[in-house]
């Protein structure tokens, strides 16, 4: 598991580098509106909250349901929404037009909770997975269509934002890998409790650390192409 989430995490480094060269017209590319990387960003933010539920199934298995929500899983999140609060002050100087309300911090903080909640939903979440990701494009409404309330998904268009994950259809995906993770841990517990290649142990090392990777990153790829920049233009 720790592997599957540090591979998800060099894949979102590389695609935000390729990002970073892009803003700094050091490349030709749309994140936009382009196929390639659209689909990318998809399947990264997938591989993630996917990684997220099946991490809730492992960390809510031998815990009784009055303890679910435990000291230490408030101090996680506690952590979580933090560093959501500073990628949203952040965004908004580096990009005050578009600036991130409700990225994948902000919604993996609100899911945390959901998740939770709905635990022992046991096969219903893998229907209401589904419904919460096809839901978004059967209901939407202008009263979603603000800051205030576009997180939720229900949206008419897309904000103008640098990263956008609402709940819906978001929210399906997590449910996904909590019932994944549920299941594996009452028909295959080997497949989490097994061993692990050794090529693949730096994986694990770095998906232990995700939280701390995702806040770094960005600054440090940002600062070394600007300090390339500059000296290019000496």
Same mark, same amino acid.
């Given at each position: 598991?720790? &592997?599957?989430?540090?591979?998800?995490?060099? +894949?979102?480094?590389?695609?935000?580098?390729?990002?970073?060269?892009?803003? *700094?017209?050091?490349?030709?590319?749309?994140?936009?509106?382009?196929?390639? +990387?659209?689909?990318?960003?998809?399947?990264?933010?997938?591989?993630? #909250? *996917? =990684?997220?539920?099946?991490?809730?199934? %492992?960390?809510?298995?031998?815990?009784?349901?009055? /303890?679910?929500? =435990?000291?230490?899983? $408030?101090?996680?999140?506690?952590? !979580?929404?933090?560093?959501?609060l500073l990628v949203s002050a952040g965004s908004a100087l580096m990009?005050?037009?578009?600036?991130?309300?409700?990225?994948?911090?902000?919604?993996?903080?609100?899911?945390? !909770? #959901?998740?939770?909640?709905?635990?022992? $939903?046991?096969? $219903?979440?893998?229907?209401?997975?589904?419904?919460? /990701?096809?839901? @978004?494009? =059967?209901?939407?409404?202008? #009263?979603?269509?603000?800051?205030?309330?576009?997180? /939720?998904?229900? !949206?008419?268009?897309? @904000?103008?934002?640098?990263?956008?994950?609402? %709940?819906?259809?978001?929210?399906?995906?997590?449910?996904?890998?909590?019932?994944?993770?549920? +299941? %594996?841990?009452?028909?295959?517990?080997?497949?989490?409790?097994?061993?692990?290649?050794?090529?693949?142990?730096?994986? &694990?090392?770095?998906?232990? $650390?995700? #939280?701390?990777?995702?806040?770094?990153?960005? @600054? !440090? /790829?940002?600062? &070394?192409?600007?300090? +390339?920049?500059?000296?290019?233009?000496?």
């Open positions: 598991m720790d &592997a599957l989430r540090g591979a998800a995490i060099v +894949w979102m480094a590389v695609f935000h580098f390729g990002f970073d060269l892009a803003h *700094f017209r050091l490349i030709e590319a749309d994140f936009h509106r382009d196929p390639f +990387w659209l689909h990318q960003r998809t399947a990264i933010v997938s591989l993630f #909250l *996917f =990684c997220a539920g099946l991490g809730q199934a %492992v960390a809510m298995a031998s815990r009784p349901t009055r /303890l679910r929500f =435990c000291p230490r899983f $408030w101090w996680r999140w506690g952590q !979580v929404a933090g560093c959501a990009f005050p037009g578009s600036w991130i309300s409700f990225g994948v911090l902000h919604g993996i903080a609100v899911m945390l !909770v #959901l998740m939770r909640l709905s635990a022992d $939903w046991g096969r $219903w979440l893998w229907p209401l997975g589904l419904l919460a /990701l096809l839901l @978004p494009q =059967c209901v939407q409404s202008p #009263l979603f269509d603000s800051r205030l309330t576009d997180w /939720l998904g229900l !949206v008419t268009r897309k @904000p103008v934002t640098e990263d956008w994950v609402p %709940v819906l259809p978001w929210l399906g995906v997590m449910w996904w890998g909590l019932a994944a993770g549920q +299941w %594996v841990l009452a028909h295959r517990p080997a497949w989490l409790s097994g061993g692990l290649p050794r090529g693949l142990a730096p994986l &694990a090392t770095l998906g232990r $650390w995700s #939280l701390s990777f995702y806040m770094l990153h960005q @600054p !440090v /790829l940002i600062g &070394a192409v600007m300090f +390339w920049l500059a000296l290019t233009r000496q």
